[in-house]
């Protein structure tokens, strides 16, 4: 079981590598195309929530975050044992929790440097780091464990009809 903390600490130590090198090797600002236009790295900086909503409010989110964390603590030991695919996205979410947290802990912001383009649309994406990118996977995979959880369920019930 402890085994799932692993994918929560490689997510962060990535996470805080990536970012660190950013900070050190970036301007604020600064951007390298890597695939012109679609992706690239854009130093920049955020002091609120997703995409800059509440900026500022720096009590807030360390409260939600500790409680977040406490809640994915709490469901990964109580909810979630022998239900690998539930371990693992609890501790996605959790390594992504953690990865901002700790930004917004020892820097006050948070460090974005993906910089993602969609031509199809020409919708220029969020800038977003590697915590963003596991809270998104983690709540998705949430989402279909869930669903495939209440599927079972239904079709155990029929069973024992």
Do not use: C
């Not at 900026?55 to 975050?65: A, C, K, R, S």
């Not at 469901?75 to 690998?84: C, D, L, R, T, V």
Request: proline fraction near 2%.
């Amino acid at each position: 079981m402890y085994i799932f903390y692993l994918v929560a600490i490689v997510i962060v130590a990535i996470d805080q590598w990536t970012k660190w090198l950013v900070v050190k090797n970036m301007e604020l600002g600064e951007k390298i195309v890597l695939v012109d236009p679609t992706f690239g790295l854009l130093s920049h900086r955020n002091r609120g929530a997703a995409w800059g909503m509440l900026e500022g409010q720096m009590w807030l989110f360390t409260i939600v975050t500790v409680i977040v964390i406490i809640g994915i603590l709490y469901y990964f030991h109580k909810e979630a044992k022998g239900k690998p695919l539930f371990q693992l996205s609890l501790m996605v979410l959790l390594g992504g929790a953690i990865g901002n947290f700790i930004d917004r802990l020892a820097r006050g912001e948070v460090v974005d440097f993906v910089d993602v383009l969609i031509p199809i649309i020409n919708y220029d994406f969020p800038i977003f780091n590697i915590a963003d990118a596991a809270l998104s996977i983690g709540v998705v995979m949430l989402i279909i464990v869930l669903i495939l959880e209440e599927k079972a369920e239904k079709a155990a019930k029929r069973k024992g009809e």
